[in-house]
């Protein structure tokens, strides 16, 4: 399982809720994401910390290209 996947996963949840506040903005779920869709916003911009954290790990882990010496 690739590490980026848990992050790709909270940023799409986030996006899909998001996207039914603003197609419903009197919907109950209205109340749950507070003004404007607040909270769907910060499950968005979490699931991009992971991503971002994910790729920056994964980097770090990964071996450089080694250069040879001519």
């Not at 949840?13 to 916003?41: I, K, Q, R, T």
């Amino acid at each position: 399982m690739s590490p980026v996947r848990p992050g790709l996963v909270v940023l799409s949840a986030g996006a899909l809720v998001d996207a039914v506040y603003h197609a419903a903005p009197d919907s109950p779920l209205g109340a749950v994401l507070g003004p404007e869709g607040f909270n769907a916003h910060l499950i968005i911009f979490v699931g991009m910390l992971i991503v971002l954290a994910s790729v920056l790990l994964q980097g770090l882990r990964t071996p450089g290209r080694e250069t040879r010496s001519q």
